[in-house]
C-alpha cells in the first residue's frame, strides 16, 4: 500500500497524476514527476543525465528519446491515482443529484 505522502512528488509537492504529473522512476528507483525531472535533467552531448535530489545518483538516458519515455512509470503508485480517480468521479456523481431524489431513492 502507497501512503499519501508517497502519492506526490517530493520536489513539487504536487499530486501524481495519469496525465501530467506521472510518477517516473529513475535508476536508484526514486520516483518524481515528469515534469520536475524533465526541468532536472541535463543534455550532455548525446545522453540526458538527471542528479536524484534524494541520493545523488545519476540516471543516463540516451537524448534520442524524451525522458518521461525512457524512464519507467511507477506502476503501484500509478495503480493507486486509478483507485483514488475511480473514488472521486463516484463522490462526484453523488453529489451532483438533487437531494430529494437522494431522500426518495433512500425510502425505496
Not at 501512503?3 to 517516473?24: F, Q
Not at 486509478?82 to 433512500?106: A, R, T
Request: aromatic share 6%; net charge negative.
Amino acid at each position: 500500500m502507497v501512503t499519501a505522502e508517497e502519492l506526490e512528488c517530493c520536489v513539487c509537492c504536487y499530486e501524481y497524476s495519469r496525465s501530467n504529473r506521472i510518477p517516473r522512476v529513475l535508476h536508484c528507483n526514486h520516483t518524481f514527476c515528469a515534469p520536475c525531472l524533465e526541468r532536472m535533467s541535463k543534455l550532455e552531448g548525446v545522453i540526458y543525465t538527471v542528479s536524484c535530489p534524494l541520493c545523488r545518483w545519476i540516471t543516463c538516458t540516451r537524448a534520442s528519446l524524451t525522458l518521461p519515455g525512457a524512464l519507467w512509470v511507477n506502476t503501484e503508485i500509478w495503480d493507486q491515482i486509478s483507485e483514488e480517480q475511480n473514488q472521486n468521479e463516484n463522490h462526484s456523481v453523488e453529489d451532483l443529484k438533487d437531494p430529494k431524489s437522494l431522500l426518495i431513492e433512500h425510502s425505496l
